[in-house]
């Protein structure tokens, strides 16, 4: 991926606390204007990648470079192309919606004119118009969430890492941030996102790292890791026994559904695969009733190469 496309590209990096290694060697490239999702269990590094990335905390070993800008040796560079919206607010509840809008765009150096542009465009943005002079102290889980992002925004970054987003926020609040992190990305915006919500990162994420004791152990799109780990499979059902028969006698490795007049066959999520499939049933003039596709979730990919309970929080460090 040329330095043009490249948003953020990490090569072999590193970072021990002491004797304690929390990243050891990894290697990341994000296309620009692409969300790109960090996923990792309690202690894999998330957060500390973040940190590195964002110039919050230097590494051990390797090389990065954000927004075409090396993290160690331009770092002011670095922060003057980037947002970061962490797990917890940066909002002032003793300020208005608006009152810390105008402090972020007083920050940036924006001029009063351009200033208050910047700020009325972000209330309109983020639906936050009508509690714009209201205390922050005042606003819900979701539209505090939503001032915080629009506070990362003044400084129209090209890259934003969201670390984290949407924790605590109900399942609407949450919807409401997916959405917005779309319309940013549609406008040019590169996402770098950890979240311990792998529904959140199965729908928002163009490609996705697992992390795991420091290491990146498996890198794709969803579909990409999904088809990875085994329990994939086509359910066939039929409205006559005979037509059950005749699939089981054609298609050879399959398990029957009970009573029910159901297939299962081992599928791996491939177009290629399914083909196959059909043209058999159609050689053996199989009429089937109806046919579905299942494919393992994320929260079977996470369990497969982590090791993790599949309810156990995914947090960060």
């Not at 980037?82 to 810390?100: H, K, P, R, W, Y």
């Not at 311990?196 to 794709?220: F, N, P, S, T």
Request: proline share 3%.
């Amino acid at each position: 991926m040329s330095s043009t496309q490249s948003a953020i590209t990490a090569t072999g990096l590193r970072k021990s606390f002491g004797d304690h290694v929390v990243l050891d060697g990894i290697d990341l490239h994000v296309r620009r204007g692409t969300v790109f999702s960090l996923l990792g269990a309690n202690g894999a590094g998330k957060t500390t990648t973040v940190k590195i990335l964002s110039t919050l905390i230097g590494a051990t070993g390797g090389t990065a470079t954000v927004a075409g800008h090396d993290v160690a040796a331009d770092p002011d560079a670095v922060r003057a192309a980037i947002g970061v919206t962490g797990q917890f607010s940066a909002v002032d509840n003793l300020l208005t919606g608006q009152e810390n809008l105008i402090l972020m765009a007083d920050l940036h150096h924006l001029g009063r004119a351009a200033g208050r542009r910047r700020v009325a465009e972000l209330l309109d943005q983020f639906d936050l118009v009508e509690a714009a002079k209201k205390p922050a102290s005042t606003y819900s889980g979701g539209m505090r969430r939503r001032l915080d992002l629009a506070m990362t925004l003044v400084g129209s970054p090209q890259v934003i890492f969201l670390d984290e987003p949407t924790t605590g926020l109900d399942p609407r609040s949450r919807r409401g941030m997916w959405q917005i992190v779309r319309d940013l990305v549609a406008g040019g915006v590169t996402i770098f996102l950890t979240t311990q919500y792998l529904e959140e990162a199965d729908e928002l994420a163009d490609r996705i790292a697992v992390l795991e004791h420091g290491k990146i152990v498996a890198e794709g799109t969803a579909d990409e890791l999904k088809r990875r780990i085994p329990g994939g499979h086509v359910l066939l059902r039929f409205a006559e026994v005979r037509d059950l028969e005749s699939a089981a006698r054609a298609l050879g490795q399959v398990s029957r559904d009970g009573d029910a007049l159901d297939l299962r066959v081992p599928h791996d999520g491939s177009l290629r695969s399914l083909k196959a499939l059909i043209d058999r049933l159609d050689g053996a003039a199989v009429e089937v009733d109806s046919l579905s596709v299942h494919t393992p979730d994320l929260d079977d990919v996470f369990l497969a190469l982590t090791g993790n309970p599949k309810n156990e929080k995914v947090a960060s460090r």
